[in-house]
Structure formats: C-alpha cells, structure tokens
C-alpha cells in the first residue's frame, strides 16, 4: 500500500523557518515526481513545489520562490521542504504528494494527510 | 483569483446526475491532464479522476471525467450523500511552469 506520512509542521514566529517531511513507502520513490501542496484555512488548494524523480528539476510558484526549498532523499525514501522567512499567509496545512509519473508534468496521485503550519507571534 | 475557472456551489438530490465544470486555457487543460479530486470535510484530497477520465481502482463508476478543448468536467451519476465534499480540478501549466487548481467546488446532497 502506498503511504505518504509527512511530519515537522508545527507554530513558528513570522520570518522563521521549519523543514518538513514526507516519508514514503510502498511504491519506488525514485521512480516518481513528488510535489507539495498547501490549503489555507477555509480555503482551497495551493500548489507549492514539484521535484522529478532523481530530484535535478524543481519548480515553485512566484508566492514561495526564494523562501521554499524542495529535496529529497532517495535512499531514505523521504521528501523535505525547507520553508524559511515565514509569512502570516503561509500559514496552512501542508501535504506531500506523489506525482503520477517521473517528471512533474502531471497531477497527483496518493496524498499524505498532512501537517500543520501556523505562522504567528 | 484560480487560473482554472470552477463553480463554487453546486448541488443536487439523491440519485440525481450533476456535472462540475472546469475552464482553463491551450497552456493548461488545451495541453496537458485534467486531474480531480474529492476532498471530504477535515480529510485529505482523494484523487477522483486522472489523465483526464481514467478512475483509479476503488473509485465507483459513478465518477466520470470529460475534457473539450481547454474544459473539463467531472459528471457524478447517482449521487449519494455521502459525496458531498469538495471537488478540484488540477493540471499543470506549461506557461507557468506549475500545478494550477480551481478554486473548488463545494457539492451539496439535498
């Protein structure tokens, strides 16, 4: 069964930083994209980041380009994102996703349940 | 402001068919695959419908995924109270260089 657990979320103060993780199993990790996607309180789903399956492409949208960094492990079968100079408006829950091929070109297919970030002082 | 364009309501009544579009442009849907996702209340998203209108094993065949040019629809035969939730579409942007959702929309089982 795939299973995707993400940890590290937690309350930080606005301009800090965290690391998340996303342990994986139950499929070939490096076989497979793997994205973050974040959902704002009440609100809908905000991609993140992407990263293809030997981790050399990344993308990030304009809102997180600079303060996100997106890695990965494959040989602990494990996903991060280094989010750093944090905003009130980072503040969701964050979910690790498998991506449905080896390149980040298309949609998601198993998610994580998620972690939570709260930005605040 | 979503790059694709989704209602934010729609709704209907038990073993009624209703139909949730999705519009984007020739960089997103007119390119690429149409992903949708159901997002029960204080769950995480479950994926619905991928490439367009394949359904993953466990997905009941009353979920079907259509895409027209640069729209895409998610048809729910049969409904069921227990779909209601929240529902997007995704596919990824080849101008932006990214995954882009609609904004969601909320299905109401009356």
């Known amino acids: 069964e795939v299973q995707l657990l993400e940890s590290g979320g937690g309350l930080v103060q606005p301009g800090g930083s965290l690391r998340l993780s996303c342990a994986a199993s139950g499929f070939t990790f490096s076989s497979y994209a793997m994205s973050w996607v974040r959902q704002a309180p009440g609100k809908g789903l905000e991609w993140v980041s992407s990263i293809s399956g030997s981790g050399g492409i990344t993308y990030y949208p304009d809102s997180v380009k600079g303060r996100f960094t997106i890695s990965r492990d494959n040989s602990k079968n494990t996903l991060y994102l280094q989010v750093n100079s944090l905003r009130a408006e980072d503040t969701a829950v964050y979910y690790c996703?498998?991506?449905?091929?080896?390149?980040?070109?298309?949609?998601?297919?198993?998610w994580g349940q998620g972690t939570t970030v709260t930005v605040s002082s | 402001q979503s790059v694709l364009t989704q209602p934010p309501s729609a709704s209907g009544t038990p073993g009624q068919r209703v139909t949730i579009s999705c519009s984007g442009s020739?960089?997103?849907?007119?390119?690429?695959?149409v992903y949708w996702y159901q997002q029960l209340p204080g769950t995480a998203p479950k994926l619905l419908i991928y490439?367009?209108?394949q359904r993953p094993s466990g997905v009941p065949d009353r979920f079907s995924g259509s895409k027209s040019g640069t729209s895409a629809s998610l048809a729910i035969s049969g409904l069921r109270s227990e779909d209601e939730a929240d529902y997007y579409c995704a596919a990824w942007d080849d101008s932006l260089s990214g995954q882009v959702f609609g904004g969601g929309t909320k299905l109401t089982v009356l």
């Open positions: 490439r367009d209108n």
């Open positions: 020739s960089s997103n849907i007119g390119s690429n695959y």
């Open positions: 996703a498998k991506v449905d091929g080896y390149n980040p070109y298309s949609g998601m297919d198993v």
